[in-house]
């Protein structure tokens, strides 16, 4: 049996002794072969307990790295990915990583490619899956933290700006608040005139703490005492204006305790958050979801149109910075398991449980 070829080229037609192998799903053939099928673009083991696949679209693979080369993503069911399969994965995404943070322009996707000798379809699919962007994403995301860091040591602005990898000064200014969320030259002083307003108030979950600025709420915590949440906005808004709360604040951290309390319908409120690009993607899908349902990590990827991404959305999830607003206790495990909270799985619960109730009730109100 030779399902390659020395070109490394798929047998067209599966052998009848191999397809024989598939359709008893023998495991004595696994190791020896793998077999994709073409309407599915995944690759599987001879022993795989999935629906069996028409013999017109299979194609055999001697290995499983010859099968991602080709484009097939591994089965999960079967587990057809090998540990060697993984260890090359692993080593892809290290050595692209390596060659874009040694890049001062941003490289072209075929240059890529071309270096780790794999097509660039393949890099940029299993690329996105392992880090939630794409390398030129990547090579966009270093760059603002050289900028951060530059800024943070207290280097000129524009000694900062060239260090970091940009062509001009202009093109930082030109967006500014998408890359720094202020000004080269604010961000450079601590924010010092970056004024966040804070207040608390008393839930069943803890204590409350909602942060804003001028443009909108950009933290949400629960926690046990001031000192501990007060410490935790200071850390992530280092030399930023921390003032008491106003009239503006108040109103939303009441309208936000309330939801916690009874929550009767989605809340939306102006949100001023900062992360990258793919997490703000997460969290304003997240803000889809309607209260009282849940998804899966797997079915908030696929409606991202990254569906490989589950455990990049989990991450995103993970670094919600406003709990409740961005309801990111909405997203179970595909089997309707919690799979923690960042604000612990008890919250969670009664937070789901509390808006399954509102909606069973305004459900039965309207006669549903």
């Given at each position: 049996?030779?399902?390659?070829?020395?070109?490394?080229?798929?047998?067209?037609?599966?052998?009848?002794?191999?397809?024989?192998?598939?359709?008893?799903?023998?495991?004595?053939?696994?190791?020896?072969?793998?077999?994709?099928?073409?309407?599915t673009g995944v690759y599987c083991r001879p022993s795989c307990p999935s629906k069996r696949p028409r013999r017109e679209n299979?194609?055999?693979?001697?290995?499983?790295?010859?099968?991602?080369?080709?484009?097939?993503?591994?089965?999960?069911?079967?587990?057809?990915?090998?540990?060697?399969?993984?260890?090359?994965?692993?080593?892809?995404?290290?050595?692209?990583?390596?060659?874009?943070?040694?890049?001062?322009?941003?490289?072209?996707?075929?240059?890529?490619?071309?270096?780790?000798?794999?097509?660039?379809?393949?890099l940029l699919r299993t690329f996105k899956t392992a880090l939630g962007m794409t390398p030129a994403g990547y090579h966009r995301?270093?760059?603002?933290?050289?900028?951060?860091?530059?800024?943070?040591?207290?280097?000129?602005?524009?000694?900062?700006?060239?260090?970091?990898?940009?062509?001009?000064?202009?093109?930082?200014?030109?967006?500014?608040?998408?890359?720094?969320?202020?000004?080269?030259?604010?961000?450079?002083?601590?924010?010092?005139?970056?004024?966040?307003?804070?207040?608390?108030?008393?839930?069943?979950?803890?204590?409350?703490?909602?942060?804003?600025?001028?443009?909108?709420?950009?933290?949400?915590?629960?926690?046990?005492?001031?000192?501990?949440?007060?410490?935790?906005?200071?850390?992530?808004?280092?030399?930023?204006?921390?003032?008491?709360?106003?009239?503006?604040?108040?109103?939303?951290?009441?309208?936000?305790?309330?939801?916690?309390?009874?929550?009767?319908?989605?809340?939306?409120?102006?949100?001023?958050?900062?992360?990258?690009?793919?997490?703000?993607?997460?969290?304003?899908?997240?803000?889809?979801?309607p209260a009282g349902l849940t998804v899966s990590y797997s079915e908030l990827a696929r409606s991202l149109g990254e569906p490989?991404?589950?455990?990049?959305?989990?991450?995103?999830?993970?670094?919600?910075?406003?709990?409740?607003?961005?309801?990111?206790?909405?997203?179970?495990?595909?089997?309707?398991?919690?799979?923690?909270?960042?604000?612990?799985?008890?919250?969670?619960?009664?937070?789901?449980?509390?808006?399954?109730?509102?909606?069973?009730?305004?459900?039965?109100?309207?006669?549903?």
């Amino acid at each position: 049996m030779n399902p390659q070829s020395a070109m490394g080229k798929p047998a067209p037609v599966p052998p009848e002794h191999e397809w024989a192998a598939i359709m008893r799903r023998d495991p004595a053939a696994d190791g020896r072969f793998f077999y994709a099928v073409r309407t599915t673009g995944v690759y599987c083991r001879p022993s795989c307990p999935s629906k069996r696949p028409r013999r017109e679209n299979v194609l055999l693979f001697a290995t499983a790295l010859s099968a991602e080369a080709a484009g097939y993503r591994a089965c999960r069911r079967c587990g057809a990915e090998s540990e060697r399969a993984r260890r090359k994965r692993a080593e892809l995404i290290e050595s692209t990583c390596r060659l874009i943070e040694a890049s001062v322009q941003t490289p072209r996707l075929d240059r890529l490619a071309s270096f780790a000798q794999t097509n660039k379809h393949h890099l940029l699919r299993t690329f996105k899956t392992a880090l939630g962007m794409t390398p030129a994403g990547y090579h966009r995301w270093l760059r603002r933290k050289k900028l951060e860091q530059g800024l943070g040591r207290g280097e000129s602005v524009d000694s900062a700006i060239y260090g970091a990898g940009y062509g001009s000064p202009s093109r930082v200014y030109e967006r500014p608040a998408r890359l720094l969320g202020m000004t080269p030259a604010v961000y450079a002083r601590g924010a010092p005139r970056q004024t966040i307003r804070y207040g608390f108030a008393t839930t069943e979950f803890g204590l409350l703490m909602v942060a804003a600025t001028q443009l909108g709420i950009c933290a949400i915590e629960f926690g046990r005492d001031r000192e501990e949440l007060l410490s935790l906005l200071q850390r992530r808004f280092v030399n930023a204006e921390l003032i008491a709360t106003n009239a503006r604040l108040d109103a939303w951290i009441s309208a936000i305790a309330a939801h916690v309390a009874e929550p009767v319908a989605d809340l939306r409120l102006p949100l001023d958050v900062r992360g990258t690009a793919f997490q703000k993607k997460v969290w304003d899908e997240l803000q889809r979801i309607p209260a009282g349902l849940t998804v899966s990590y797997s079915e908030l990827a696929r409606s991202l149109g990254e569906p490989r991404a589950a455990r990049a959305v989990a991450k995103a999830c993970a670094c919600n910075p406003a709990a409740v607003l961005i309801p990111c206790h909405r997203v179970v495990g595909a089997d309707g398991s919690l799979r923690g909270y960042r604000w612990g799985e008890p919250v969670k619960s009664r937070l789901l449980a509390k808006e399954k109730r509102a909606l069973d009730s305004r459900k039965k109100r309207s006669g549903c």
